[in-house]
């Protein structure tokens, strides 16, 4: 593996809001992962490089709980106002879980951020903007 939770954590923390998310996902493109998936239950986070191997995280936070109804659109106006920095990094994650929002997977190979409901149904891709 070719990189380490600290390295991701650290480039983690130069994000202030949704509109510095682009600049990380580069840097820890640089740094070797190819995709990750994060659950909104506790924020923990698989990180992945290219033959698979895995670095978690653990929990970020106390347990959230997500609804079980999905509401799509309120998820997606709440998305849009997290992405031009006007949540943080925890509302946005209580946005999705009350929205009925299980978590989300980044690939960086193709640039998508693909977000799954708690029945693991993918409901929403992004290209995300570089």
């Known amino acids: 593996m070719k990189f380490t939770i600290e390295e991701i954590k650290a480039e983690h923390q130069k994000v202030k809001s949704g509109a510095d998310f682009p600049k990380y996902i580069q840097a820890i493109k640089n740094l070797g992962v190819s995709h990750y998936t994060v659950y909104v ?3 923990s986070t698989a990180y992945f490089d290219s033959e698979n191997n895995v670095a978690n995280t653990g929990s970020k936070y106390d347990q959230l709980i997500i609804s079980e109804n999905l509401n799509l659109d309120h ?19 209580r946005d999705c879980a009350e929205n009925g ?15 799954f409901d708690t029945k693991g149904n993918d409901i929403l891709e992004e290209k995300v903007p570089s």
């Not at 998305?79 to 925890?90: A, M």
């Not at 929002?101 to 977000?115: H, R």
């Open 101 to 115: 929002v299980q978590g989300w997977k980044m690939d960086l190979n193709t640039m998508t951020c693909t977000y």
């Open 41 to 43: 239950t506790d924020g």
């Open 75 to 93: 998820f997606k106006s709440r998305l849009k106002l997290h992405q031009q920095g006007g949540t943080d990094y925890l509302t946005f994650c």
